[in-house]
């Protein structure tokens, strides 16, 4: 009787040990194997190399770049509006810089273009991190006034608006330098650049999050912003890198992005902030920060990827296709929101 008391005791303490974080995490990663069988099932195409790799990996690598620089800000208890304007603003950059060195060629051209285009979003990353971080404003004050502007220099970028072009002499020369062309193997089932890009950005942020101590000052920073204070963490630095961060990231997409269209344009990227946000708190990042990583991240993309895929595969109209996403996101944080509620009560 004694041993069996005590194996529904190990059994109670090991049920109590599972967080809501890591049952979501599996809930989120299941759902993605049901809604991939699903696919697979009803549609013939989904299990291509063409669809899974060219199509729906290629996508989430562009996407989960800044979702790797979305989800180190929401760590430290932040977010940032601004990552669509920043991208475009980015993309613009890129392809005047392209356009202004291309007659040197593209060995001159590629690297000009690359540097330019990476300091313009450290820049504007730091932007946000300095007025949220330094100042105190409000993070969504912050980054809704610098989605405007950002949005309103790229307008003046390109005269108002208008569409502008890679050099053709760049596109047909230097096609092999176009990292967001390449193809890894070549063939029919090569592996695109942009899917390697996003694996290089995945482990360096996966380092910073997990074997640095500025990782750990950043759960520590979402958890208790005013305890890590006290106890001698520079706060304010801590949360102006991680807005920095995200803005390099946001220069990287742009530079893939640019490639894969050859143009660019001040309109670009409308929403890709939700995108962003909404794959970070899907795979399990709480909006007030203090846990959370790029796994569950990874997770989160994937699974809002998959529904999207699928319903485009049936031929799903954009606006409905968006319903389904928002109510994903809503499912998701309201669930969040009742758990924790309800532990604190119980607490």
Known sequence: MADRN???????STWKNI?????????????ILVFCTISAML??????????????LTNAACLGIIACGMTLVMIAGGFDL????????????????????GERGGWMAFPVALGG???????????NGVLVSYLGVNPFVVTLSTLLVFRGLALILTYGGQSIEVPLSLRESSRLLYWGQ????????????PILIFVGVFIVCLYLLHLTRFGRYLYA????????WLAGINTSFVKAVTYTICGLTCAITALIYSAQSNTAQAASYQGLEMKAIASVIVGGTPLGGGS???????????????????????GVPEEYRNIMSGVVILVVVTTDVLVRRTGKERA
């Open 6 to 12: 005590s194996s529904f005791s190990v059994q109670r």
């Open 19 to 31: 967080s809501f974080q890591q049952i979501q995490t599996a809930s989120v990663f299941i759902l």
């Open 117 to 127: 285009t990476l300091l313009v979003g450290v820049l504007l990353g730091a932007v």
């Open 43 to 56: 549609t013939p195409t989904f299990l291509t190399w063409r669809n899974l790799v060219d199509n729906l």
């Open 221 to 228: 920073v979402g958890g208790n912003e005013n305890a890590s």
């Open 292 to 314: 959370g990583n790029l796994f569950r991240t990874l997770n989160g993309l994937l699974l809002l990827l998959v529904i999207e895929n699928l319903l485009t595969q049936f």
């Open 182 to 193: 390449a193809n890894l193997f070549g063939g029919a089932h090569g592996v695109s650049i």
């Open 82 to 101: 601004s990552v669509g304007a920043t991208t475009a603003v980015c993309s613009v950059v890129a392809v005047l810089l392209l356009n202004g060195v």
